[in-house]
């Protein structure tokens, strides 16, 4: 059974940072590209960021690249996303999502369809 465990999200005042981390297991993390998504509720979830299995490559949305980074560490099955400068429009439920057995670094990842597993997601919360 696959699980994704997120944890790190939290109130934050705008400028500052977190470091949201996804935990996973059932599925061979290291053959996996994982990817991170946001939603506000009455809106669509839409993607954060992207990192491929061997973390050789990382794709990003328009409004965080440059103030996100997605890292992971395949020794502890764990993709982190660290979010500096806090904007008050980062407020979201962000999820962490799996995509096994897809080596690519393409659009593919930036499509919340192509991932097959997800966490329940973790609240941020950004104050003005």
């Known amino acids: 059974q696959v699980q994704l465990v997120e944890s790190g999200g939290g109130l934050v005042q705008a400028g500052g940072s977190l470091r949201l981390s996804c935990a996973a297991s059932?599925?061979?993390?290291?053959?996996?590209?994982m990817g991170w998504f946001r939603q506000v509720p009455g809106n669509e979830r839409e993607f954060v960021a992207a990192i491929t299995w061997s973390g050789g490559s990382t794709n990003y949305a328009g409004s965080v690249k440059g103030r996100f980074t997605i890292s992971r560490d395949n020794a502890k099955n764990t993709v982190y996303l660290r979010m500096n400068s806090l904007k008050p429009e980062d407020t979201a439920v962000y999820y962490c999502?799996?995509?096994?057995?897809?080596?690519?670094?393409?659009?593919?990842?930036?499509?919340?369809?192509?991932?097959?597993?997800w966490g329940q997601g973790t609240q941020v919360t950004v104050s003005s």
């Open positions: 059932g599925l061979t993390f290291s053959s996996s590209a």
């Open positions: 999502a799996a995509f096994p057995g897809y080596s690519g670094s393409g659009s593919r990842l930036y499509d919340r369809h192509e991932y097959h597993y």
